[in-house]
């Protein structure tokens, strides 16, 4: 859509609701119509235009900041000095707080059926081939529906758009976005397992997802690798308030045969200094800051079985848990969500 809310040519769309509500600014209700004319993956050009009012909905709505207090008070985490660890049942927003802002960190098993995890696994695979596909000339039409990205994404070839050719096909990081297909479905599954209300409550405000910070990734195993430890708030802005949704799709982290996250279960707000102390990156906290803090609150390394999901903030210390008995690929989902208020706009807000 462009901005005077008339549908890009390019669309099989002149759906006279659709017009009508793009006509003025309602993306919800013309959202609502597109996914009553298709499910998810049903037909390409249809989910493609419901993506790209998804992300272009932010700067065309009003996003009130309904409550003032943040972070709320958590009064006592559930073990301090360690991840919360709780089953899906005992998700809510309470658990969420004590966990994400009394623990650091809240792992939540079996967020997700086995058969959702295996679904997003085969569907992590095919994107991945589709993106190899497109950037060496050879897609087909199925490709071109598993991977395109949106003309709503601002800013041209981005971070993972610019492999091109150099893309490989068995490994690596996609935006959720750039498979419109693959972004409904998780829409959809979100929806099922209630985060939109879940994520209103704690925010105190609607939650966004974002076309940068969502992100698909079939990670190889590196037995000689160390993955630099970092916190996201370093590169997200201030005044934010999200959250993120890590979903392991494989079995990973501990004795698992793929890695893991090595994730520090502390609750103080603060940003580390970066690139000093032995680090790599002028983003990464140095080794020897890390050690400093692992005298009050040792790295964890948990294990996460398929469809376990873990909750973290902006401060959580984390890396990719590389180790030297890996041999398996680690499949994931990572989802930040936004209070929509305070959504960085270069982050790229998505409605969800
Ligand atoms: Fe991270």
Same mark, same amino acid.
């Given at each position: #859509?462009?901005?005077?809310?008339?549908?890009?040519?390019?669309?099989?769309?002149?759906?006279?609701?659709?017009?009508?509500?793009?006509?003025?600014?309602?993306?919800?209700?013309?959202?609502?119509?597109?996914?009553?004319?298709?499910?998810?993956?049903?037909?390409?050009?249809?989910?493609?235009?419901? $993506?790209?009012?998804?992300?272009?909905?932010?700067?065309?709505?009003?996003?009130?900041? $309904?409550?003032?207090?943040?972070?709320?008070?958590?009064?006592?985490?559930?073990?301090?000095?360690?991840?919360?660890?709780?089953?899906?049942?005992?998700? @809510?927003?309470?658990?969420?707080?004590?966990?994400?802002?009394?623990?650091?960190?809240?792992?939540?098993?079996?967020?997700?059926?086995?058969?959702?995890?295996?679904?997003?696994?085969?569907?992590?695979?095919?994107?991945?081939?589709?993106?190899?596909?497109?950037?060496?000339?050879?897609?087909?039409?199925?490709?071109?529906?598993?991977?395109?990205?949106?003309?709503?994404?601002?800013?041209?070839?981005?971070? /993972?758009?610019?492999?091109?050719?150099?893309?490989?096909?068995?490994?690596?990081?996609?935006?959720?976005?750039?498979?419109?297909? #693959?972004?409904?479905?998780?829409?959809?599954?979100?929806?099922?397992?209630?985060?939109?209300?879940?994520?209103? @409550?704690? =925010?105190?405000?609607?939650?966004?997802?974002?076309?940068?910070?969502?992100?698909?990734?079939?990670?190889?195993?590196?037995?000689?690798?160390?993955?630099?430890?970092?916190?996201?708030?370093?590169?997200?802005?201030?005044?934010?308030?999200?959250?993120?949704?890590?979903?392991?799709?494989?079995?990973?982290?501990?004795?698992?045969?793929?890695?893991?996250?090595?994730?520090?279960?502390?609750?103080?707000?603060?940003?580390?200094?970066?690139?000093?102390?032995?680090?790599? =990156?002028?983003?990464?906290?140095?080794?020897?800051?890390?050690?400093?803090?692992?005298?009050?609150?040792?790295?964890?390394?948990?294990?996460?079985?398929?469809?376990?999901?873990?909750? =973290?903030?902006? /401060?959580?210390?984390?890396?990719?848990?590389?180790?030297?008995?890996?041999?398996?690929?680690?499949?994931?989902?990572?989802?930040?969500?936004?209070?929509?208020?305070?959504?960085?706009?270069?982050?790229?807000?998505?409605? /969800?």
């Amino acid at each position: #859509m462009n901005h005077t809310g008339t549908p890009h040519p390019e669309y099989p769309m002149s759906d006279a609701m659709v017009v009508e509500a793009l006509g003025r600014n309602d993306y919800p209700t013309a959202i609502a119509r597109l996914e009553s004319l298709a499910a998810p993956g049903e037909n390409a050009l249809i989910d493609q235009f419901n $993506l790209d009012l998804r992300i272009e909905a932010h700067r065309h709505m009003r996003w009130p900041e $309904l409550s003032g207090g943040w972070p709320a008070e958590v009064q006592q985490p559930p073990v301090p000095g360690r991840l919360a660890d709780i089953p899906a049942a005992a998700l @809510d927003v309470e658990t969420l707080r004590a966990g994400v802002l009394g623990s650091g960190g809240v792992i939540v098993r079996e967020l997700l059926k086995p058969s959702q995890a295996e679904e997003l696994r085969q569907g992590i695979d095919r994107v991945l081939a589709a993106r190899h596909a497109v950037a060496n000339g050879q897609a087909d039409g199925a490709d071109k529906t598993w991977y395109g990205r949106s003309r709503s994404v601002a800013g041209g070839p981005v971070q /993972f758009g610019t492999l091109g050719a150099n893309a490989p096909a068995d490994s690596g990081s996609v935006w959720a976005v750039d498979s419109p297909v #693959m972004a409904l479905k998780l829409i959809s599954l979100y929806r099922q397992l209630g985060l939109p209300a879940l994520l209103h @409550d704690y =925010f105190g405000e609607d939650a966004l997802l974002s076309v940068k910070k969502w992100v698909l990734r079939k990670v190889k195993p590196n037995p000689q690798q160390q993955a630099g430890w970092h916190q996201d708030g370093r590169f997200l802005g201030d005044g934010i308030r999200t959250v993120n949704m890590w979903i392991a799709l494989s079995d990973c982290g501990g004795d698992a045969a793929a890695p893991g996250m090595d994730i520090i279960p502390a609750s103080r707000r603060v940003i580390h200094e970066t690139g000093t102390q032995g680090a790599a =990156f002028d983003w990464t906290v140095g080794a020897g800051l890390v050690a400093e803090i692992e005298k009050t609150t040792p790295a964890e390394n948990p294990r996460f079985r398929p469809g376990d999901a873990l909750f =973290f903030d902006e /401060f959580n210390l984390h890396r990719t848990g590389f180790a030297p008995h890996h041999t398996a690929y680690r499949y994931a989902v990572e989802s930040w969500f936004f209070a929509a208020s305070r959504a960085p706009a270069k982050q790229q807000p998505v409605l /969800f």
